[in-house]
């Protein structure tokens, strides 16, 4: 049985409706773009979310 389609407002707070999903295409970047500027970069962003979340973010390197 297919899953049934429930529009919503996008998650960027354009006030557009999706098809279900959290953001329409792009805005999902458009907004972590727009979250990065607004703390100072990706570095600031990271800091503030290991704080948030009381515990170091490992990154995979290969």
């Given at each position: 049985m297919p899953r049934k389609?429930?529009?919503r407002k996008c998650a960027c707070g354009c006030g557009?409706?999706?098809r279900g999903g959290d953001f329409l295409p792009g805005?999902?970047?458009r907004?972590?773009?727009a979250?990065?500027?607004?703390?100072?970069g990706?570095?600031?962003l990271r800091t503030l979310v290991e704080?948030?979340?009381?515990?170091?973010?490992?990154v995979e390197t290969e």
């Open positions: 389609i429930r529009p557009a409706m999706t805005h999902d970047a907004t972590l773009s979250v990065i500027s607004s703390v100072g990706v570095a600031a704080n948030a979340l009381k515990r170091r973010i490992e």
